[in-house]
């Protein structure tokens, strides 16, 4: 009774999250426009039954944009988050298993990595990189794996230690067999947790970037340029920062209350 | 002791080294240079571009660019300012005072929130009280931080008329009500970040304390459950609290980017996006440097401060 | 349980009293303008006060430093530390036998640096020789390194030879000159005391600069306008260079003036009681540049004519820019004494755009809505500067007015800097963006076959002979009248080859507070301060 009462919020977010998710995902079934469609005659217009959200400077729908930007700002906080997880069990993995120089020289790189301030390092790499979307998942994503990293290697150092990998070894068990059989099973709790808290820290990190003008180019909507382009008109035409402005909030909330959740329960 | 911080101290030596050359690498390979800011005035031709290139040394080669920045960095010579020719170094002292009083402001707003939420919350864990602050406080997160920071502008600033929208004092310095007012929205906007955090932090480090062996003996003593919770579970729990505030007042250098450029704050996050927008490369080096040095020195720092302060932890 | 409710009361109880506290406490409605202090806001710190030295507009420097001449709000060249303007027909320009001229400035009397130094000849002398030393690194020696020599037969006269005929030599000296007794024998790059503090002959003095917050001016005791100027006592820049924050500062009444509101900021700023917005058609235009050598199809003139059929610079003007900035057809500016507007226009026609391209062989072959020609589609990628919300919509809409006539165009957004080294080698097809254009109407930087980088700013990649010779013609006529007809001539030249989309003039928009006398503005670089002595809140 307890344990249910525990995660009624994670669930509760779970279940907003997907609804979000799938809204997002349908976009072009749930509206009936498009969400660069221009029309110049019907600009600022404030919400209303023919346009929800309202029109923005271009008299363009604002719940249109809002749905296709967030698709955008979804698979890049998934696919970003992937990123980080890739690189940072891999690194985290080789790293813990075969220790060594190599290690030492794999930390050391991610503490250097983690002293550079993020958002600043960012910027300037994307002034060298063209802002496409794939682009931004790359760089997003290779901006946060020293944590995963630093997790799964000290996961891998703490079970390597455990007596059910000596066996392992003893009966000569390849390394490899040893590492995706035994060890990653064992630190893919931790790095679950690590890499759910990564989708919503992407979600920011692309609207903090579009902020300085280097995320997703018009006239592909997301929502951190929405808002981004809503910043002149907030006092003027409040419900064009508004709506983008709840749903990356309501993203990123929910993302997090689940993340924690499947963190606490990882503690147990 | 001495030994575990010399230690630690000199290993810090390569790893700046190597922060160096990633961050070296990455303004260069940034397209654009100090000269290109020259080209909005139609007054300058290319010949005049020409002309400062090889003047101000950036027609070298860009190895050879590195080791004169980097012998000069070690020897305290940071070099000038390719916007307005002072020494780098007298560019961002300048500008510390400013960044310096927004993070402790900032500090003290976070931790005085974090405190309550995480300490009430590990206590009634489950109750309603923990899941409305953990809620709160991952909508601290889950904002951007421009849009927050805009928003209280106009209600406080421009609707209210409370507060001053942006700036770091009134002018003449202004007394310290002036400089609260000024500073209490940018504190928030900084804050609002790291009060999630710390206090999911406490919450459950403040949960582990509440069962350790010691305070359930207290209990068993009759102590007092409020003495039993502030004395002993909380001075328990502060210490790793301190040491990740520390960590995190460092890294609070990069969440000033964007604050500092909202609020017309005239801190080294100005400075900053000043200086990449003019790609001022010196001045890039050493604020980069300097922060990745404030954080490698914080973390070490906290480490030390860890060790003396918890006896129980070996300092191997 | 009651324990903790009684720590959040008492937490939200404190919470709220220091909140209250500070409210109360703080004085934000902050005075008005007034007589004592005016307080500009304004979008980015001066990286140096030396005009010479700077990159960025001399707004603050112009209140400071006086040059001979400057420009006044309808772009004459007005005398100001010069007695007058050196003419043909006053006798102050002379042309040589040998290809050269001279320029005779006759200095203003009684006029002294703020320390008390007289001004004379001898600091225009040194100045020219300062900036055509290769010790000394200015932004720019434009025109300087064309004067061969400077004599001063007495301490109010210079004569300044140049070696050929140099048309633009009135504002030769607009950003005023070096004070000889202080920087005579110096390393002027590294003279930091002159330029964070510049000594000059102006109405206002640096009284403290704080870095990253502003500068403050204060007037000088005897100015030699006279001692009733300047009116306002004090002046104060201040650096917030957030555009969004810096208008919430004018609402808020944190700042009285800010220069260069955007336009769709001026609903806004019109709703502010207490200021109004000064609108000035400006010396500026936005435009598109068609890069020929990057994107071939662009060499094609029928291409380039039906890009501009192809788009609605009126409606973009109405909507976009809220009817704030008229459509131009062409590079020199209304307020500008060349200018005619007497030349080929091209009204919006997507039906004759059709035609054009058609014509040039572009034909959407296989449907998809976008023509090609053996094969290869008509698309090409616009560049532009990020971090300005109406050039984003601007670009969003040619884009959509281009893909009406099967023209497709992708927009990229780039950093200030990033497209400055783009443009500056080319490395871009088209572009869409402004010059600040100088007062004098000398375009052949822009527009001559020999100004294609890295020779000049021709990023158009136009060679047309004709063309080319026409402007360099003017540049070396200083015969007003003549000069005016060939300008007119290849004005009327560049809208039949369209190189480049005109679309609309860049006019300022000042705030400045409903009470201020005198204020004029200026359509040029030389910036709103020109007249700031005359500048007086009722």
Known sequence: ?268 | MFRFVVRRVVQAVPLLVLISVLVFALIHAAPGGPLEMYLANPNVRPEDIERLRVALGLDRPITEQYLAWLKGFIVGEWGYSFTDGRPVLERLLERLPATLELIASAVLVAALAALPLGVFGALKKGGWLDHTTTVVSFAGISLPVFWVGLLLQLVFAVALGWLPSSGRASFGDGDLTDRLSHVIMPAIVLAAVHAAAWSRFLRSSMGTAVQQRFILAARARGIHERRVVWRHALQNALLPFVTVLMMDAAIMVTGAVITESVFAWPGLGSLFTEALARRDYTVLMAFLMMTSAAVVFLNLAADVLYHILDPRVSVR | MTEVRRCVWFLATALIAAAGWVACGSDVGAAGPSNDLLIVGYDREPDLLNRFSTHILEDIHSCVIEGLTTTDENMNVIPVLATEVPTLTNGGVRLRADGGMDVIWKLRPNVAWHDGTPFTAADVKFTVEALNDPNYNPESTDGFDRIESVDTPDSLTAIVHYREIYAPYAIQFFRGTFPKHVLEGRDIDRAIDYNRNPLGTGPYRVAEWKTGEYILLERVPNYWRGTEYPKIRRLMFKFVANTNTRINQLRSGEVHVVALVPWDKAREVRETEGITLHRLVGNSYEHVTLNQREFAPFRDVRVRQALVHAIDRELIVNTILDGLAPVIHGPIQPPSWAFTDEVRHYPYDPGRASELLDAAGWRDADGDGIRERDGRPLSFTLITQAGYAIRENVAQTLQRQFRDVGVAMQIRMIDGTAISSLWFEGKFQAMLHWWHMPSDPEITLFFAKDRIPPAGRNINYIENDSLTALLYASDRTVDVDERRSLLWEAQRLLAELVPEIPLYNVTRLDAVPVNLLNFRGNPTNTGIFWNVHEWEIR
Do not use: C
């Open chain 1, 1 to 268: 009774m307890k344990r249910s009462q525990d995660r009624r919020a994670a669930w509760t977010a779970g279940a907003v999250l997907l609804l979000l998710a799938v809204t997002a995902a349908a976009a072009p079934l749930l509206t009936p426009y498009v969400p660069d469609g221009i029309d110049l005659a019907n600009r600022r217009a404030a919400p209303s039954f023919a346009h929800l959200f309202g029109t923005d400077e271009l008299g363009r729908d604002v719940l249109t944009r809002t749905l296709f930007g967030a698709r955008i700002s979804l698979v890049i906080g998934l696919l970003a988050a992937a990123v980080t997880a890739v690189v940072g069990v891999t690194i985290g993995a080789v790293s813990g298993y075969v220790r060594g120089w190599i290690d030492n020289a794999l930390m050391r790189l991610t503490d250097a990595m983690l002293s550079v301030p993020r958002l600043p390092l960012l910027m300037i790499a994307a002034a060298i990189f063209e802002p496409s979307v794939p682009a931004l998942i790359i760089l997003i994503g290779l901006a946060g794996w020293m944590e995963t990293a630093r997790i799964v290697r000290a996961e891998f150092l703490s079970l390597k230690e455990q007596t059910y990998v000596d066996a392992a070894r003893a009966v000569g068990m390849q390394p490899v067999r040893i590492v995706v059989r035994h060890l990653l099973p064992g630190a893919a709790p931790a790095a679950v947790v690590a890499a759910t808290l990564a989708v919503g820290r992407a979600i920011m990190l692309e609207s903090a970037m579009s902020f300085f003008g280097v995320g997703i180019q018009p006239p592909q909507p997301s929502l951190g340029n929405m808002l981004y382009q809503a910043q002149t008109s907030m006092s003027t035409e409040p419900w064009l920062a508004f709506f983008p402005g709840m749903f990356i909030f309501l993203t990123v909330l929910t993302v997090y209350v689940v993340g924690a959740d499947l963190g606490a329960r990882e503690l147990r």
